[in-house]
């Protein structure tokens, strides 16, 4: 069974770059997006999703910002949208859809940048200890569970180009690399890391300045997790670095399980 998780970084910009190509190419059984930033009928007019595609988009309520949707080839059941929590508890931003998938658990999350500005790195913080806390049970549950998506934070050195350059930036601070090898610690395979091994040096994620793109100078913040039940069955995980240069700023993940 193939999942796939992409942060298209606008959904109907990905469409005019020619995102239907990879749908087609990945041949996923289940795809799951980030930073759509579209309700349903602002796509453009004449597309459409892919022929049977079931497709549940969570869009945030304000226009043009973030967003998640989850789409599968089988009929999906909606399990929930957000995280609960203090902090944005009715998802207004569009961050968490949970579905269930041919007995597959499927958490698709886009977790808030801290980069713009102090409230919003508190913002993100607090969203982080609620979404973990949250996230916890899925770990021990009998079922195949996925998360997927954009975590916004770089684990280790070998997950960004320039880990002394960035060492006080949002996404790769002490404290946020610490909070994400706690909740690995709380049942969770890092996917791709875990075949690919330490020292590994690939990436998900490039700026668009200076030359990141074109010199591979990025960051890998895109993650599959799986709890044991989905360890267990794990065949490959791995980067599609071309997407990330024609359709978005990140590349898609492609996740295989022997399901």
């Excluded at 469409?15 to 239907?20: H, L, S, T």
């Excluded at 009928?41 to 049977?52: D, K, R």
């Excluded at 890092?190 to 994620?205: E, I, M, N, P």
């Excluded at 065949?235 to 359709?247: A, T």
Aim: net charge negative.
């Amino acid at each position: 069974m193939r999942f796939v998780s992409w942060n298209v970084n606008g959904l109907r910009a990905a469409i005019r770059k020619g995102i239907d190509d990879y749908f087609s190419s990945l041949e996923a059984d289940v795809t799951m997006l980030q930073e759509t930033r579209t309700l349903e009928e602002q796509l453009p007019a004449g597309w459409s999703w892919p022929s049977g595609w079931h497709v549940t988009l969570h869009p945030a309520e304000k226009k043009g910002y973030s967003g998640v949707a989850t789409a599968s080839v089988k009929p999906h059941n909606v399990l929930g949208r957000g995280k609960g929590g203090r902090l944005d508890g009715n998802d207004t931003e569009g961050r968490v859809l949970a579905c269930e998938i041919n007995g597959v658990v499927c958490i698709n999350t886009y977790l808030p940048s801290g980069s713009a500005k102090d409230e919003r790195q508190a913002f993100k913080e607090g969203w982080m200890d609620e979404w973990r806390a949250w996230l916890k049970p899925f770990a021990e549950d009998e079922r195949p569970v996925v998360v997927c998506g954009d975590l916004n934070i770089a684990h280790t050195e070998d997950d960004i180009w320039n880990p002394k350059g960035n060492a006080k930036n949002s996404g790769f601070l002490p404290h946020e690399r610490e909070w994400f090898t706690e909740l690995l610690a709380d049942g969770w395979t890092d996917a791709f890391r875990h075949l690919a091994g330490d020292g590994v040096k690939t990436y998900s994620w490039w700026s668009n300045r200076g030359q990141a793109r074109a010199k591979d100078r990025g960051w890998r913040i895109d993650y599959f997790l799986l709890n044991e039940a989905a360890a267990n069955v794990l065949v490959d995980c791995s980067i599609v670095r071309q997407g990330g240069l024609d359709v978005s700023d990140h590349a898609p993940l492609v996740l295989d399980l022997d399901l």
